[in-house]
């Protein structure tokens, strides 16, 4: 199987813009999870999407928004940027929560904002 | 709040010996424990699990303890190989909570490994 795959690896934007980030899940995986990972914060938890639900989210604020479609797949869009929006975003998917199933990582998108 | 802990920020063992990496969490809800290891510019990539329900899990050179009275799990690699140099991240979730548990996972702050020849 096919791991998890996310668009664009890199990328670089100006302050106040915005920018769409996707994920692709393993096939037959139906739970996206998306993480920020920062120097100074670690990895912290964005939200979850389950057959185009979001079901969690973490402590960011709104201009961090996301979706999921039909197949999967997962998007998320960050508004309005600011300087410390740079950071590796990672998506994660599993088939199912509460299996004890693990979350299998994609390579991340390194943004890094101007 | 940091309810996940990794207090040593890096660690440096010589190839053939054990590595033990230590992690330390505080909310006793969590019921499923994850080691991810990490490359620098990659996603993390999974290790080893452990449930609550168990004290020891092991897959090859890779063994994970829980200690839940202590709120303490710990990842054994024997023998260390040049390789296993990488970040190394605990995380842990409440796997049956629901709500505000769905997808997420409590990652500690990771330790720098470094394996020497």
């Not at chain 2, 440096?12 to 991810?36: A, H, K, P």
């Amino acid at each position: 199987k096919a791991g998890v795959t996310q668009t664009p690896r890199y990328l670089i934007k100006t302050r106040g813009q915005q920018v769409t980030l996707s994920c692709s899940p393993i096939s037959g995986h139906r739970s996206v999870s998306w993480y920020q990972q920062t120097p100074g914060q670690g990895l912290q938890f964005l939200f979850e999407y389950f057959s185009e639900t979001q079901r969690n989210k973490g402590n960011f604020p709104g201009r961090f928004s996301g979706r999921q479609f039909s197949n999967s797949r997962s998007e998320m869009n960050v508004s309005t940027l600011e300087l410390g929006d740079s950071a590796l975003y990672l998506c994660a998917s599993t088939q199912n929560w509460g299996l004890q199933e693990t979350q299998y990582f994609g390579p991340g998108t390194r943004l890094l904002v101007l | 709040d940091q309810q996940v802990k990794q207090n040593s920020p890096s660690l440096s063992v010589q190839e053939g010996r054990i590595s033990i990496l230590n992690c330390d969490y505080t909310n006793s809800m969590f019921d499923y424990f994850l080691w991810y290891k990490k490359y620098p510019a990659e996603g993390p990539t999974f290790l080893i699990s452990i449930s609550s329900i168990k004290d020891k899990n092991e897959d090859g050179r890779f063994t994970v303890f829980l200690n839940k009275s202590a709120k303490h799990l710990s990842l054994h690699i024997v023998p260390s190989q040049p390789g296993d140099s990488a970040v190394y991240f605990c995380a842990a979730t409440r796997e049956n909570a629901g709500g505000t548990s769905y997808g997420k996972l409590t990652f500690g702050q990771g330790t720098i490994l470094t394996v020497h020849p």
